[in-house]
């Protein structure tokens, strides 16, 4: 991933806020939202090869960050997860700290354990699922990893 290359925020109104708020400050607004810690998720367009960035909820497991990609229950996944699984070459900032991070899907082996931590970080993913699965879609938890220096 080109760190030079321009970046393509969120075009939702208030993501695309909270974004440029976390950018232009560091990390010191917006890592905070409304009581949840976030972090900025930088994907390769699956099918534009452009740069794609949003802000996600995050948990840690040990040193990996975890995110759920739940599109408010949506019957489809969210863009920036479809990118990741093409691409899983990432960029997360974590509030000043910017890092380059391999993404995968947690395994239906760690998911559970994952879940859980999640849902009590952001109780909602929990209706999200249900939602989600009415229309026979199961939210996958995203692990980011850092990637070692060259890679």
Known sequence: MKSNSKVFDSPIGWVKSHIKDYVETDGKKGHS???LTTLLLTTVGRKS???RRTALIYGQDGINYIVVASNGGAS???????NLV????VKVQVGAEKFAAKA???SSMEKPRLWR???KIFPQY???QIKASEAGRDIPVVILSA???DQ
């Open 33 to 35: 939202w409304r009581g």
């Open 104 to 106: 995968r899907t947690a």
């Open 49 to 51: 090869g452009k740069l």
């Open 126 to 128: 929990d209706d999200y």
């Open 86 to 89: 093409k691409t899983p070459a």
């Open 117 to 119: 931590l999640m849902a």
């Open 76 to 82: 489809h996944h969210p863009q920036w997860y479809q």
């Open 147 to 149: 990637s070692e220096p």
